[in-house]
């Protein structure tokens, strides 16, 4: 009777024990290779989890000032320098269509405007010939297109307005006058330049009527 007694009372203490353990084991354990272990809550992914980021982009820096729009590099000379305002003087020999040989002096105004293949510089000229017998004095509208090539930039030109000319004897007329030229510049700073001009000019129903060969001096401001 004490065996069976003692039985009983071993098989009370090992329930109880493993009742208690039951209650006490660890929830949301998982079965790893080597036995249970604890899940991990609120992990940190690892680099390899990661969304791809994209390439870092390199930031160039702005062109130096003076540089055209649209240029990796410097554009060239003519290209550069011969675009906004210009002011150029031009004294020159003028060669009438009758008699003698005499003087030219010319001032430019212009604004150059960048197309592309070429710069186009609408101005105003303001011109006096002394030749001979013959004095005459016009006043035109431009236009002058230049192909940019490096430092050179060959030109053609025209320009129509008003001329007075005054001759021997007595003789005192004022008419249409017109222009067509052309010649180059070559660009030796941002700031100046020389080239040659060759021009026939006339005013209508009068005898001013000649070619002129004009040095050209331009001074970029």
Excluded: C
């Amino acid at each position: 009777m004490h065996t069976t007694l003692a039985r009983s009372t071993l098989l009370g203490v090992f329930l109880a024990a493993s009742a208690a353990l039951a209650q006490g084991a660890p929830t949301g354990s998982t079965q790893g290779p080597t036995g249970s272990s604890q899940a991990p809550t609120g992990s940190t992914p690892m680099p390899a989890d990661l969304p791809p980021q994209p390439p870092p982009q390199s930031v160039e820096p702005p062109p130096p000032p003076g540089y055209a729009t649209g240029y990796p590099v410097a554009p060239p000379p003519v290209r550069q320098y011969a675009v906004g305002k210009r002011f150029a003087i031009i004294p020159g020999v003028f060669i009438p269509s009758s008699g003698s040989a005499g003087f030219s002096l010319g001032l430019e105004f212009s604004y150059g405007i960048d197309l592309g293949p070429v710069i186009v510089a609408p101005g105003l000229s303001l011109q006096g010939n002394w030749g001979g017998s013959v004095t005459a004095y016009s006043g035109l509208a431009i236009a002058r297109v230049t192909l940019p090539l490096g430092s050179f930039g060959p030109f053609v030109e025209g320009g129509l307005g008003y001329g007075h000319v005054s001759a021997d004897p007595n003789y005192s007329s004022g008419n249409l006058a017109w222009r067509a030229g052309a010649g180059f510049i070559f660009f030796f700073s941002p700031h100046f330049a020389i080239g040659i001009d060759v021009r026939y000019d006339e005013v209508i129903d009068t005898p001013y009527k000649g070619w002129t060969f004009a040095p050209l001096i331009l001074l970029a401001f």
